[in-house]
Structures are given as C-alpha cells and as structure tokens.
C-alpha cells in the first residue's frame, strides 16, 4: 500500500462525511433560496452546518460565511475589507499561502500600499516588527494561524492584541491549525478568519470567512444576495453539509487526533535527528504537531519527492500549489534559507490515518538515499 504522508495538501473524505452529504446529492434538490418545502430542506441543512461549523471556532452562525474554500475566504478578507475602508494600506505576511500573497500583489499593482512583515528565518513575526508596521493606518493586517509548509504556529492572541490597539483588524488563515490544534475566534482575538473543508477530512471546493459583526467588508462576488450578500451564488449545499459534519468530528475528536499526531511527529523528529545530513526547517519552533519540512543534502526537493514516490511513499516539494513551478519555495525564501538549501525542502504532513511503521518505513527510506 502506498503511504499518503501529505494531508496539508488534502485529506480522505471521512465515510461519516460522506454519509452527512449524500441524501443532499441524491435526495432534496431544492435551491435553498427558495421559499417553498424544498427549498427549505435545503436551507436546514445548510442552517445546521453553519452551526457546526460556528462550534469549531467558537462563534456565532451569522458569523460564518460560506465560500468555495479557503483560497475565496483569504480573497474576499482582503479584498473585501479594502474596497470597504478609506485606508488603502495592507500589511500582509510574505509566508502566508499564495492566495493572500497573490492578492495581495495584485491589489499593490491597483494602486493600495501593501507592506511585507519581516520574519526570522524559523518564519516568526515578532511583536515588535509587528507594532512597528502598524505605526501607520491600515485598512487590515494579513498573518497565518499555522504554516502549510513548516508547520510554524504565530502567537497570533499577542500580535492580535497589538492590532486591536493600533485599530487595525487582523485576518488569520487557519486553514491549516483549524482540527489539528484548538482554534477559537475569540481567544485568538482576530477579526477575520479562514477555513477550509477539505483539510479536515471534509469535500473540496467548501470553506468559510468567520467575521465579527464590526467588520466592514463588501463581496467581491455579487449576485443572489446569499449569504446575507457577501458571497453570492447558488449554496454546494452537498458539500457545505460535509464541512458541517467535518467540523463537528473535528471538534469531537481533536484531542485524540492531536494526541496521536504527536506521537508520531515525535517519532519522525527523532529519526530525523540522528541523520546530519537533514536540516529541519523552524526548529525548535511551536508547530503543527502533523507537519514537518526538511531538506536532505545532495537531493533538490523535486527528486527527492519523485524518487519516494517511486518507491510509494507521498510526500510534497513545499505548497501542493508552487509544486512544478521549479522555484523555491516562497515561504523559506521569506525566511531568508539559502537558495539551495530551500531548493532541497520536503514537507510531511500527517494526518489521521498513518502508523508509526509508516514512519519507520519514511525513515529507513529517507536513510537508503542519504548522500
Ligand atoms: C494555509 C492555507 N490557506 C489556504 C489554502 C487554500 O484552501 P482551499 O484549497 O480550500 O482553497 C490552503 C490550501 O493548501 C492552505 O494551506
């Protein structure tokens, strides 16, 4: 059997989530705008996910948004809440996901200000660099939960109470930390956040923008008026119904989930310390206790992957989305790693359903082809 150690990329729809979702692919097909017996069936399911999906984070339904992942929730935070400011000035973190930093680009090509957080080379913002940036008027401040690439977790609670200070709201994408660590909006202390369905076990192509109600935000999408207007379109109620029942079992069992991530994470760390021709990117560092990026000397990422894949291990060069495009990886470039170091990263991410021998299995592996 294959060994499937990239879940950060994607993760196996749960058969509980599949069961959630199937009557709703099947059975009711009513539009959930309308307002007839069909279309209210479909607007209870969709009633009921929002609720579950409020649970993970510890908000309110009205405060979640439905979108079509987390690529469109990062858009319309940013987008959305800088077409709704007088402030056309962003502060973005050069690591976070290409579908923050893209936007953001493209928003500094129309014209806004966008300013870059420095960060160390394990990834990290510090509080002061971030105060600093906030010196000035910003329509809102841009900075990842948990890396997708190391796994590094900011102290957003810190830089979040220096953002509510300076009056500046802060979007956090945790797309990547949301049912791999505890995430509450409001301990968090974030304005603005992302999630995604199908990183928790849940279908592709669903996510959602969680909002406080202060946020002055405006679509980037107009139409139907659905989802009190901020995303308009016809609901994937299928889908939106699996994110429901991923998030609910996200919630349920993320102990036992982080427990025996851990486990293995640990493990994997282990191994890759008595090998000296690993480097281990932010070491050392609080992450994600399922992810893991590392370069083995002599071996530039793409191979690398290519030669496990070949002997039937998956594993990714960095971001699934940069894989192919022959450059490094953004994220250890902002770290300032040198180029060819950063040409050599792989990244591990575990999920639900490995097994410590698949780790040995990764480690004998990793030994065979040590240079
Ligand atoms: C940190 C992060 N944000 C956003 C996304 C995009 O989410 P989606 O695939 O749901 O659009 C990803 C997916 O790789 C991610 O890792």
């Given at each position: 059997?294959?060994?499937?150690?990239?879940?950060?990329?994607?993760?196996?729809?749960?058969?509980?989530?599949?069961?959630?979702?199937?009557?709703?692919?099947?059975?009711?097909?009513?539009?959930?705008?309308?307002?007839?017996?069909?279309?209210?069936?479909?607007?209870?399911?969709?009633?009921?996910?929002?609720?579950?999906?409020?649970?993970?984070?510890?908000?309110?339904?009205?405060?979640?948004t439905?979108t079509s992942g987390g690529t469109e929730a990062n858009n319309i935070a940013l987008q959305g809440v800088l077409s709704a400011s007088?402030?056309k000035r962003l502060v973005v973190s050069p690591t976070d996901h290409p579908c923050v930093v893209e936007p953001a680009e493209m928003l500094a090509e129309r014209g806004a200000e966008v300013d870059w957080l420095?960060?160390?080379?394990?990834?990290?913002?510090?509080?002061?660099?971030?105060?600093?940036?906030?010196?000035?008027?910003a329509a809102l401040v841009s900075i990842m939960?948990?890396?997708n690439?190391?796994?590094?977790?900011?102290?957003?609670?810190?830089?979040?109470?220096?953002?509510?200070?300076?009056?500046?709201p802060l979007h956090c994408d945790?797309v990547?930390?949301?049912?791999?660590?505890?995430?509450?909006?409001?301990?968090?202390?974030?304005?603005l956040m992302s999630?995604s369905?199908?990183?928790?076990?849940?279908?592709?192509?669903?996510g959602?923008l969680?909002?406080?109600?202060?946020?002055?935000i405006k679509p980037i999408v107009?139409?139907?008026?659905?989802?009190?207007?901020l995303r308009?379109?016809?609901?994937?109620?299928?889908?939106?119904?699996?994110?429901?029942?991923?998030?609910?079992?996200?919630?349920?069992?993320?102990?036992?989930?982080?427990?025996?991530?851990?486990?293995?994470?640990?493990?994997?760390?282990?191994?890759?310390?008595?090998?000296?021709?690993?480097?281990?990117?932010?070491?050392?560092?609080?992450?994600?206790?399922?992810?893991?990026?590392?370069?083995?000397?002599?071996?530039?990422?793409?191979?690398?992957?290519?030669?496990?894949?070949?002997?039937?291990?998956?594993?990714?060069?960095?971001s699934?989305c940069h894989?192919?495009?022959?450059?490094?990886?953004h994220v250890?470039?902002a770290?300032?790693?040198?180029?060819?170091?950063?040409?050599?990263?792989?990244?591990?991410?575990?999920?639900?359903?490995?097994?410590?021998?698949?780790?040995?299995?990764?480690?004998?592996?990793?030994?065979?082809?040590?240079?």
């Amino acid at each position: 059997m294959p060994i499937y150690l990239d879940n950060n990329a994607t993760t196996q729809l749960d058969a509980r989530v599949l069961e959630a979702m199937t009557p709703w692919l099947s059975g009711p097909f009513g539009n959930p705008s309308s307002v007839h017996r069909f279309g209210r069936l479909a607007r209870g399911a969709i009633d009921t996910a929002r609720q579950q999906v409020a649970t993970l984070v510890g908000v309110s339904p009205d405060q979640i948004t439905f979108t079509s992942g987390g690529t469109e929730a990062n858009n319309i935070a940013l987008q959305g809440v800088l077409s709704a400011s007088p402030v056309k000035r962003l502060v973005v973190s050069p690591t976070d996901h290409p579908c923050v930093v893209e936007p953001a680009e493209m928003l500094a090509e129309r014209g806004a200000e966008v300013d870059w957080l420095p960060v160390t080379n394990h990834g990290v913002v510090s509080a002061a660099d971030f105060a600093a940036s906030l010196s000035k008027p910003a329509a809102l401040v841009s900075i990842m939960l948990a890396n997708n690439e190391t796994g590094l977790i900011q102290d957003i609670p810190t830089l979040a109470a220096i953002a509510r200070e300076s009056g500046v709201p802060l979007h956090c994408d945790a797309v990547q930390a949301a049912g791999k660590i505890p995430v509450s909006f409001s301990e968090l202390g974030v304005q603005l956040m992302s999630l995604s369905a199908h990183k928790i076990y849940g279908p592709k192509g669903v996510g959602a923008l969680v909002l406080d109600k202060a946020v002055d935000i405006k679509p980037i999408v107009q139409g139907g008026g659905q989802e009190r207007g901020l995303r308009a379109g016809t609901e994937n109620v299928a889908a939106i119904a699996g994110f429901g029942a991923a998030a609910e079992l996200a919630l349920a069992e993320l102990e036992e989930r982080r427990a025996a991530s851990q486990a293995l994470i640990d493990q994997l760390d282990t191994g890759l310390a008595t090998m000296p021709q690993i480097t281990v990117f932010a070491d050392g560092e609080t992450r994600l206790p399922n992810t893991r990026q590392f370069a083995l000397a002599g071996w530039e990422g793409e191979a690398l992957l290519m030669e496990l894949d070949r002997r039937g291990i998956a594993v990714s060069s960095g971001s699934a989305c940069h894989s192919g495009t022959g450059e490094p990886s953004h994220v250890l470039m902002a770290m300032g790693i040198d180029r060819d170091v950063a040409y050599g990263a792989i990244r591990v991410s575990l999920g639900v359903h490995n097994t410590s021998a698949e780790i040995d299995t990764l480690l004998q592996t990793l030994q065979e082809l040590a240079r």
